[in-house]
């Protein structure tokens, strides 16, 4: 069973920096992509980054967050810097896991990053 773990959450001041990591505590499989989502209260959940066989970022974060991944570790890491107020929200990480017949996603329970002053 797959068991993914992220840490690295809390509370920040606006412009500050945190470091996110995700575990995959379970059955250790070699992951297509590893993501990281978030969502924000009263929105729905959105892409932030993907390490996949392409890296990837959304608009809002480009050039601020990294995202990287050890396959070894089976970690990703997401690095967030210059944080701003409408970067909280809970930080989600993703698995995914493509075979020839389907595709499979794995998710982290969450973890909380607030910005504020």
């Known amino acids: 069973q797959v068991r993914l773990v992220e840490s690295g959450g809390g509370l920040v001041q606006p412009g500050g920096s945190l470091r996110l990591s995700c575990s995959n505590s379970?059955?250790?499989?070699?992951?297509?992509?590893m993501s990281w989502y978030r969502q924000a209260p009263g929105k729905q959940r959105e892409l932030v980054a993907t390490a996949g066989p392409s890296t990837t970022y959304a608009d809002s974060v480009k050039g601020r967050f990294t995202i990287s991944r050890s396959n070894a570790d089976n970690t990703v890491y997401l690095q967030m810097n210059s944080l701003k107020p409408d970067d909280t929200a809970v930080y989600y990480c993703n698995f995914q896991k493509r075979t020839n017949s389907r595709t499979l996603d794995y998710w982290g329970q969450g973890t909380q990053v607030t910005v504020s002053s």
């Open positions: 379970g059955s250790i499989f070699s992951p297509y992509a």
